[in-house]
């Protein structure tokens, strides 16, 4: 199968999206947002989500396609991005998948499981089991039905215990069974890994750009959010995003003081940049570049042959 896109990959603060702005000067490009925050309305700063001016000459896609109470799961990103994806060919565009959201990655290159969408009703069960019972209990249940599951998962990851046991009363299978069936890939892809060196420069990085998030407005961000959606709490998907779930805590008065939060915001940050660059280090792609030491220049040689190869091909 010929290629179909270009992915731009790589954890939180390594350039990725100034890097695809850089390739939409030489090339027609659109791009297609890889990144479970910025599907957000209203979650901008916290974020670092491409301001409108970036935005004016360039497509983009899937950025600001939902409320803060919405779901959006790695098959609805999968559907999109394949649709997007022909769309953009037929305007002789070449499709830019830009983002670290690795779960969707996985999903896109790999193909998706036959896993069952949410059911409101089922997580409201749970919800109320949780709250009742106490966590420790769902995860009982899931060690029951779904050992091999339960044996990857911390006890304390509600979220991911929820879904199993969600998959497992939806569809009577365990999800580690589901996630064994053949897949279909759904698209084909020439992926650019990024992955910075030395680690201790992309924290510094991280750093810098959460605190100008924070002088930016990043906690009156969440403040507008909490006033706008008054039945937003901390266990929406939204708000597990890093660094919202610290500003919500401190404005609930779990974090007690404006430094704890900003603190560990950035410890959160950089855990999410260990384990994007753990699971970037598992791939093959077909180019992997360490942005501190490769020049713009080098890397964008890079992407601009594929690019117009890709266009060569479409004609």
Sequence with gaps: MKYQAIALIGPTASGKTSLALRLAEYCPIEIISMDSALIYCGMDIGTAKPSLQERSGIPHHLIDIRTPLESYNA?????????????????????????????YYTSLINGLNQLPSANATVRSLLQ??????????????????????????????????????????????????????KKEVPLK?????????????LHHHIEQRFHQMVNNGFLEEVQQLKKIYPELNEDYPSMRSVGYRQAWQYLQGTLKDSASWIEQGIFA???????????????????????????????MQILLKQANMMLEAWQ
Aim: with cysteine; proline share 7%.
């Design 75 to 103: 098959a609805d990103f999968v559907a999109d991005a394949v649709g997007l994806a022909y769309e953009i060919k037929q305007r002789h565009h070449v499709p830019v998948i830009v983002g670290g959201t690795m779960m």
């Design 189 to 201: 892809v020439a992926t650019m890994a990024l992955i910075p060196e030395p680690r201790e420069k």
């Design 128 to 181: 109320q089991e949780k709250s009742q019972y106490g966590l420790p209990f769902l995860y009982q249940q899931l060690c029951q039905c779904d050992p091999i599951t339960a044996q990857k998962l911390s006890p304390n990851d509600s979220q991911r215990i929820e879904r199993a046991l969600e998959v497992f009363r939806i569809t009577g299978s365990p999800m580690s069974w589901l996630l064994n069936q």
């Design 269 to 299: 940050s950089r855990q999410l940049a260990k384990r994007q660059i753990t699971r970037l280090r598992a791939l093959s792609p077909e180019w992997t570049v360490n942005p501190y030491e490769q020049t713009e220049t080098e890397i």
